[in-house]
């Protein structure tokens, strides 16, 4: 049977150069859930930026084993078989991390956000918080935690892991919906690979404003969107695809 590893992780920041300090995991095979809640030590130190979001302090992570030491970093690796599903919310950061650490990834990929993205078009935002109220997946989420053994806290990562695990299933149900014929996980996995055309701006001088429309008025600000700034892959296909048309 195979293995479908939810994950999330916790690092001293965002750029290049930063580490995990957090791992949380939830492990679905035979029936079975193995939950993954560790933190570890990195030589690299937290920005102020990343301990307010995760509040974890030096002094907390200072005695942990570092990443390779983890319960989690030993089970991935025993996993890596393409058989297998790795799944997070905008996963491209969080394999990223732990490909820091030396993993080299042969599992099947999920990215919920992408999925999220692609299903659940009509929602202004995708972010996991977002997608947790939006969705109403915080009515589930009690038992949900209770069921499993797990504390809910935002920006901590095994409560974001138990938010994707509801997500999943709300993606899952909208995949069958939609995609009837479909093997829902592999359908998910082609989804993962496939860019969105995004409706509107979420940032800038046209935000909420829809892309096509700008695009049609002011197309010389799209060329110069893509020329200068640092874009996600969505944004940047969609970018690409109204400068092809207009």
């Known amino acids: 049977m195979a293995a479908y590893i939810l994950f999330d992780t916790e690092t ?3 750029q290049k150069e930063d580490r995990i300090i957090q791992l949380g995991a939830m ?4 029936g079975e859930v193995e939950v993954y809640d560790e933190l570890c030590s990195t030589e690299k130190p937290l920005s102020v930026e ?3 979001v995760h509040h974890i302090t030096p002094e907390i992570i200072a005695d942990k084993p570092p990443y ?10 025993a996993l890596n078989q393409p058989e297998n599903y790795l799944i997070a919310h905008n996963i491209t950061f969080d394999l990223g991390m732990v490909e820091k650490e030396g ?9 919920t956000v992408r999925c999220a993205k692609h299903l659940f078009p009509e929602l202004p935002y995708h972010r996991l918080q977002y997608l947790r109220y939006a969705l109403k997946l915080y009515e589930e989420e009690q ?3 209770e069921k499993i053994g797990v504390t809910i806290k935002a920006h901590e990562a095994i409560g974001d892991v138990l938010i ?8 899952t149900q909208r995949c069958k919906e939609q995609f009837p014929e479909a ?3 592999e359908k998910l996995v082609a989804l993962t690979q496939t860019p969105v055309i995004m409706r509107t701006f979420k940032f800038g001088k046209y935000k909420g404003r829809e892309i096509e429309e700008v695009a049609q008025e002011d197309r010389g600000y799209l060329s110069w969107m893509r020329k200068n700034l640092d874009l996600d892959e969505d944004l940047a296909y969609t970018l690409d695809h109204f400068l092809e048309q207009f």
């Open 68 to 77: 390779q030491e983890t319960a989690f970093a030993k089970r991935l690796t």
């Open 50 to 52: 990343a301990m307010e």
């Open 12 to 14: 001293t920041g965002n």
């Open 143 to 145: 038992a949900e935690a």
């Open 103 to 111: 993993f080299v990834n042969q599992y099947q990929l999920i990215d």
């Open 183 to 185: 093997k829902v996980m």
């Open 164 to 171: 994707l695990k509801l997500l999943l299933s709300r993606l």
């Open 27 to 30: 492990l679905f095979q035979n």
